[in-house]
């Protein structure tokens, strides 16, 4: 059975950091690739980052330079470091795996509001 958990978001002040983590379990993780998306208020989900098999990755414009997405193929274990968040990365963020079929987290609320 596989099993994505991602860790508790929070509340965050502009301008803050927060580090997000997931935990996958039932899959080979190391032959998958990784995602991060998020969903805010009223729209649809947005891919945020990625890092592939091969530790290739790639951001969303919005993130880029902000974020940082990495991995750990011994622990399972996928990351999101975000730094100098600004109000409008509120969301729920959701991880996700994907080889052929793409699993998905439950999903954790990150608030970033004065």
């Known amino acids: 059975q596989v099993q994505l958990v991602e860790s508790r978001g929070g509340l965050v002040q502009p301008g803050g950091s927060l580090r997000l983590s997931c935990a996958a379990s039932?899959?080979?993780?190391?032959?998958?690739?990784a995602r991060w998306y998020r969903q805010a208020p009223g729209k649809q989900r947005e891919l945020v980052a990625q890092?592939?098999?091969?530790?290739?990755?790639n951001y969303a414009d919005f993130v880029t330079g902000r974020f940082t997405i990495s991995r750990d193929n011994v622990a399972n274990m996928v990351y999101l470091q975000m730094n100098n968040l600004k109000p409008e990365d509120t969301a729920i963020y959701y991880c996700?795996?994907?080889?052929?079929?793409?699993?998905w987290g439950q999903g954790t609320q990150v608030t970033v509001s004065s």
């Open positions: 996700s795996v994907y080889l052929d079929f793409e699993y």
């Open positions: 890092i592939t098999d091969t530790y290739s990755t």
């Open positions: 039932g899959i080979a993780f190391g032959v998958y690739d």
